[in-house]
Nanobody
């Protein structure tokens, strides 16, 4: 059973930084599947934030976080990170990580399409407020 566990959320002032971690239960998940970070603010739909490719480490970002967030991974630790800098109140949300589905149909979807992903973690709350 695949499990993804997020950590690192918290309360931070505007302009501050946080680093989120997503640790996978299986050693090979990061070697074979894209891992994505997503977020859901109260009353809003879940949206893609950033994705990292399994093969070449290529990264993808939502326009709203480009230049402020950086996704990275450490395959030896089975962990994907999301470094969040210059945080804004509108970044407040529950942040989730998820693993790409093992399906050609799913993998043909957009890289941040929620339907491309499965095994969502429990989420970690990020609150940006003064």
């Amino acid at each position: 059973q695949v499990q993804l566990v997020e950590s690192g959320g918290g309360l931070v002032q505007p302009g501050g930084s946080l680093r989120l971690s997503c640790t996978a239960s299986s050693k090979f998940i990061l070697d074979y599947y894209h891992i994505g970070w997503f977020r859901q603010a109260p009353g809003k739909e879940r949206e893609g934030v950033s994705v990292i490719s399994h093969s070449d480490g290529r990264t993808y970002y939502a326009d709203s976080v480009k230049g402020r967030f950086t996704i990275s991974k450490d395959n030896a630790k089975n962990t994907v990170y999301l470094q969040m800098n210059s945080l804004k109140p509108e970044d407040t949300a529950v942040y989730y990580c998820a693993k790409e589905k093992n399906s050609a149909t799913a993998q043909a979807l957009g890289v941040m399409d929620l339907l491309r992903y499965e095994y969502w973690g429990q989420g970690t709350q990020v609150t940006v407020s003064s």
